[in-house]
C-alpha cells in the first residue's frame, strides 16, 4: 500500500493534466528558451508538471524532485532498496523509494546525516548528480569560470559539464553560481543535453592543448627567425629596416592589438643592438606543466612553469592567452614573472 501511495503522489507531482498532443504546460510557451527539452523529457515520462497544468520552469528543483526524476530519467529499479539512512527521510515519505534508490546508487549524498529533499538543489550539487548519475568522461581541458575555484566541493563536476557542453555557464560573467538554485527548466535542459546529443549548444568545438601548444612554439620559431634575419640585414648593411617587412609574420601568429602594442615597440628598440633580449623573449618552448583553461568559446589561457635554467635563476610563471578570430586562434597576451 505505502508504494502505490508514494506512486500516485509521485505521478502527480510529475505528471500534468493535459494530453501530450497539447501543448504540454501552461506557463511554458513555445518560444520559451527551454520548451523543446522540457517537451522531451515530458514525453519520455521523465518529468511532469502540477496539477493545476503548470510545470513553473523558473521555480527551483526541490532535493526530492531530482531524486525523482534522475530515476525516471535511469529507469532505475526502486524495488528492494536499502532504507536511506537519512533522519530526516521516514518510511511514508513521498519519495521514499527514489530517495532510497538514488542513495543506494551513489547518486545524491546527504549532509550530516539529512537529506534535506525539500531544499533547493544548487547547481553545484546538480552538476555532482548528473557526473555521478550518468558517469561523465573526465574532463581533458580546464573551464575558467571566476566563481569555481579548485578547491571548490563541485570543481570537478561542474568541470565536467563544461566540457561535454552540457553546461556552458553565464556569458555575460563567465561563472557557474554553483551556490545558486537549479531551476525545473534550467534542470530539464542538462539533462536533456546528456540524453540527447542534439541539445547540446552548436558551439565550435575547442582544440586540445596538443593544438595549441604546436601553435605557440611555430609562432616563436617563425617570428624569431623573421627578426634575426631581418636584425642581421641591418647590421651588416647599416640600414634600419622597418617593422612593415617582418610584420606579415607576425599577423599568422598574433592579433592586431599585440602587434602594435608589443611587437611593433620591442623591433624597434632591439633593432640597433641585433637583439639580445630575444632569447629571453620566447618562453614556451622552455616551459613545463602546461596547463589549458577555457575562459570561453573563443578565449583560452595557456599557463606552466619556466624552470630555473642558465637564463633566470628561479622558476618563472606564465600565462599566454589566446583568442579564436573566425576559424582561427591568435596570441592576445603573454603575461608572467619576468
Do not use: C
Amino acid at each position: 500500500m505505502k508504494q502505490m501511495i508514494s506512486f500516485i503522489i509521485a505521478f502527480l507531482l510529475l505528471t500534468p493534466s493535459v494530453s501530450l498532443a497539447e501543448t504540454p504546460f501552461t506557463d511554458v510557451e513555445t518560444d520559451f528558451w527551454a520548451d523543446d527539452e522540457i517537451r522531451f523529457l515530458h514525453e519520455r515520462e521523465v518529468i511532469g508538471g502540477y496539477e493545476t497544468g503548470e510545470f513553473k520552469p523558473n521555480k527551483p528543483v526541490t532535493r526530492a524532485q531530482a531524486a525523482i526524476i534522475i530515476v525516471h530519467a535511469l529507469e532505475l529499479d526502486v524495488e528492494n532498496r536499502p532504507a536511506p539512512s537519512f533522519r530526516d527521510i521516514r518510511d511514508g515519505f513521498h519519495a521514499y523509494e527514489y530517495v532510497a534508490a538514488v542513495a543506494d546508487e551513489g547518486i545524491i549524498h546527504g549532509r550530516n546525516g539529512n537529506f534535506l529533499p525539500n531544499a533547493p538543489l544548487t547547481r553545484g550539487q546538480m552538476a555532482a548528480i548528473i557526473d555521478r548519475a550518468f558517469h561523465l568522461e573526465e574532463a581533458t581541458t580546464q573551464t575558467s569560470f571566476t566563481d569555481v575555484k579548485r578547491n571548490n566541493t563541485f570543481y570537478s563536476s561542474i568541470q565536467n559539464l563544461a566540457h561535454h557542453r552540457i553546461s556552458t555557464g553565464y556569458e555575460v560573467d563567465i561563472t557557474f553560481r554553483p551556490n545558486q538554485p537549479t531551476t525545473r527548466a534550467q534542470f530539464s535542459v542538462f539533462l536533456s543535453r546528456v540524453l540527447e546529443d542534439d541539445f547540446k549548444p552548436n558551439v565550435p568545438a575547442i582544440p586540445e592543448l596538443a593544438f595549441f601548444e604546436e601553435l605557440i612554439l611555430e609562432a616563436e620559431s617563425e617570428v624569431e627567425m623573421a627578426m634575426y634575419e631581418k636584425w642581421e640585414d641591418a647590421f651588416y648593411h647599416d640600414q634600419p629596416l622597418s617593422f612593415e617587412e617582418v610584420k606579415p609574420t607576425f599577423e599568422n601568429y598574433y592579433t592586431d592589438e599585440m602587434i602594435d602594442s608589443v611587437w611593433k615597440p620591442f623591433y624597434k628598440e632591439e633593432l640597433m643592438s641585433w637583439g639580445p633580449a630575444l632569447a629571453q623573449t620566447f618562453h614556451f618552448q622552455m616551459m613545463e606543466d602546461l596547463t589549458l583553461h577555457v575562459v570561453g568559446q573563443n578565449y583560452v589561457v595557456i599557463t606552466g612553469i619556466e624552470p630555473v635554467n642558465e637564463m633566470n635563476s628561479g622558476e618563472m610563471y606564465f600565462e599566454y592567452s589566446l583568442v579564436r578570430t573566425d576559424s582561427n586562434w591568435l596570441i592576445d597576451d603573454i603575461s608572467g614573472n619576468y
